[in-house]
């Protein structure tokens, strides 16, 4: 099992590292872009995709972002209630918290595909790339942080028996 656990905690980490950089990459492309259309709209005539494409990498960055801060557990939490509780109640608390992300994560994912479904035929109005590839990443991400959250509950379960055992 510690072996599973540890496979699971490098694959984990693998993904957090290539999906760093990828945010990393989306946001920097989009910097260059919006300097691009500040330059443009100045000096010569506007760019009509750049807005488009600085939006939908604003918004593929920051699901992916939101991935890497889940993995880091730096996502709000109220934690100074759950502190008042015992050891055991917290471990409770913890594991619905999980359970709740998880079935978060699942309905996520489940409405981004049906979304992306909704979206065979449109394309984007300036770039007339289609939006099913904007919104794949709102079933991506929820696939990665559901991945997350399990390899989280299994991960603390297995502390949990060796500080036991």
Not at 52 to 80: C, D, M, P, Q
Not at 141 to 146: D, E, P, R, W
């Amino acid at each position: 099992m510690k072996k599973f656990i540890k496979v699971l905690d490098k694959i984990g980490d693998i993904l957090n590292y290539i999906i760093s950089k990828f945010v990393m990459t989306l946001l920097s492309i989009m910097i260059g872009v919006v300097t691009l259309q500040i330059i443009a709209r100045e000096f010569f005539t506007a760019f009509s995709w750049t807005e488009e494409l600085s939006r939908y990498l604003l918004v593929w960055g920051s699901f992916f972002a939101a991935t890497i801060a889940y993995k880091k557990g730096s996502h709000i939490a109220i934690t100074f209630v759950v502190n008042l509780f015992n050891e055991k109640t917290r471990r409770i608390v913890k594991l619905t918290m999980d359970i709740l992300s998880s079935i978060f994560f699942v309905v996520m994912i489940y409405f981004g595909f049906k979304m992306i479904s909704l979206q065979i035929y449109q394309t984007s109005p300036a770039m007339q790339i289609p939006m099913r590839l904007v919104y794949l990443c709102i079933p991506l991400s929820g696939i990665i942080m559901l991945y997350y959250n399990i390899e989280e509950i299994i991960g603390r379960d297995l502390k949990k028996e060796e500080e036991n055992g």
